[in-house]
């Protein structure tokens, strides 16, 4: 079965920290992997996209790596803000047309001033 | 401005009444989504379209029906059949095409359905 999986849960941090999300996949074949944000009571945004053959991709204060061969991957925010508050979700792509995919449970992440 | 909205932002419906929730795209998309999502849950995929007079069921797709009559337009209605409706919905259109940017659905602000 087709997996997708996010840790942690929920994760609380304090303004001007760091953190990093994880997201472990055993889905096949792999085309891409993004990583949207969905702030509370909206639609999930993406912010970042990586095919197998990308290690980093970066977003601001927000870089994405991805390690094809563990199938992980993961979304460091760096200096975070009040604004970060979000939650997090990984998307594993299987096909390069984009018609199948999995969607990850999401991690919650609280920004506390 | 291109965009996919979705109406009502908020919508209260009673017990054994279909409601039908709606969703416009400007941004020519051939696919699109709806998905459901529960308090702490991801996303799970109702339905969707990849071309006009088309669709598919999705993962959870008792209890719901659609139509794509309009390449701009996906309305989603929620049967009495659903057992258990109130969730927060969003709607979601893709361009189709084998491109790095083929895979990225944009998303509507959603509804919030509450059953009273």
């Known amino acids: 079965k087709n997996q997708v999986e996010q840790s942690p849960q929920s994760l609380i941090i304090l303004e001007g920290k760091n953190c990093t999300l994880q997201?472990?996949?055993?889905?096949?074949?792999?085309?891409?992997l993004r990583w949207y944000k969905q702030d509370t009571g909206r639609g999930p945004v993406s912010l970042t996209i990586?095919?197998?053959?990308?290690n980093t991709k970066s977003n601001g204060r927000y870089t994405a790596t991805l390690d094809a061969d563990t199938k992980q991957s993961s979304l460091h925010i760096t200096a975070s803000q009040l604004s970060d508050s979000a939650s997090y979700i990984c998307?594993?792509?299987?096909?390069?047309?984009?018609?199948?995919?999995?969607f990850g449970p999401g991690t919650r992440l609280s920004v506390l001033p | 401005d291109g965009g996919i909205t979705q109406s009502p932002k908020y919508l209260f419906r009673k017990e054994g009444q279909n409601v039908t929730l709606s969703c416009e795209q400007n941004l020519n998309h051939d696919a699109m989504y709806w998905y459901r999502q529960d308090p702490g849950q991801g996303l799970r995929l109702i339905y969707y379209s990849q071309i006009v007079n088309d669709f598919q069921k999705g993962d959870i797709a008792e209890g719901y029906s659609v139509s794509r009559e309009k390449k701009e337009s996906f309305p989603l209605t929620v049967t009495s059949a659903q057992k258990n409706p109130t969730a927060f919905y969003l709607c979601?259109?893709?361009?189709?095409?084998?491109?790095?940017?083929?895979?990225?659905?944009?998303f509507g602000p959603g509804t919030r359905l509450t059953v009273l």
């Open positions: 990586m095919t197998f053959s990308e």
């Open positions: 979601a259109s893709k361009r189709q095409g084998a491109s790095e940017r083929g895979g990225e659905q944009f």
């Open positions: 998307v594993v792509i299987l096909d390069n047309y984009g018609q199948n995919f999995v």
């Open positions: 997201c472990n996949y055993t889905v096949s074949p792999f085309s891409n």
